[in-house]
Structure formats: C-alpha cells, structure tokens
Nanobody, 124 residues
Framework: QVQLVESGGGLVQAGGSLRLSCAAS????????MGWFRQAPAKEREFVAA????????EYADSVKGRFTISRDNAKNMVYLQMNSLKPEDTAVYYC?????????????????WGQGTQVTVSS
C-alpha cells in the first residue's frame, strides 16, 4: 500500500511556472514507477509524465515536452513536476500516481495508487 499526497498547485499567469510535489508513504518508494496525470473539467484524465524507479527512464506527453520536467528523490520519498511556460490549457487537477515495477507507462489503469489531486489554474 502506498499513500500519495500532492501539493504545490495554485493560480499562475500564462508563461509562469509551478512546481508540484508528491509525498509518498507506505511501502518502499523506490520500487515504484511514478506518474503525473491531469484532468480538466468535462475532460478525461490524461497522461502528463512518468519516471521509472531509478529515474533513468522518463516519459512525457507531447503537449508538455520541453516545458515540464519530472524528477524524483527516493531518499525523501518524493516526486516532482516542474512546470514552466504554463498555458491556460494546462489548467486541470493534477494527480500523482504509483505503479508497481520499474518501467514507466502512459496508461492510467496501470497505476494502482493515486493521490487526491492538486488544482492548477493558469490565467491568460
């Protein structure tokens, strides 16, 4: 069992930056690949980024490549999402998720554990 708690969301102007954090507790954090997903109003949840347990593998949605960076600190049981050059279309609730195994995945159903989400709002 892994518990995940996101933080760092908020209101930012277009072009600005935010850094989301996800604190994990429970079983050995380093044994899990981690992902960030987001869900905008009236839209389905979509993949944003993922990182393997060793951080050697990272995967990004095309819509965020070059603007967002996912990272993790296994010693602190933390995963981060640095978001730069934010756009109004990035507005959504952002969720941290964990999946058993070393590899990344863009498929939400492969993630067994989810946080409660943090709201990111980008104004134009």
């Amino acid at each position: 069992q892994v518990q995940l708690v996101e933080s760092g969301g908020g209101l930012v102007q277009a072009g600005g930056s935010l850094r989301l954090s996800c604190a994990a507790s429970g079983r050995t954090f380093s044994g899990y690949a981690m992902g960030w997903f987001r869900q905008a109003p009236a839209k389905e949840r979509e993949f944003v980024a993922a990182i393997g347990w060793s951080a050697r593998t990272r995967e990004y949605a095309d819509s965020v490549k070059g603007r967002f960076t996912i990272s993790r600190d296994n010693a602190k049981n933390m995963v981060y999402l640095q978001m730069n050059s934010l756009k109004p279309e990035d507005t959504a609730v952002y969720y941290c998720a964990a999946r058993t195994g070393p590899g990344t995945s863009f498929r939400s159903y492969e993630y067994a554990y989810w946080g409660q989400g943090t709201q990111v709002t980008v104004s134009s």
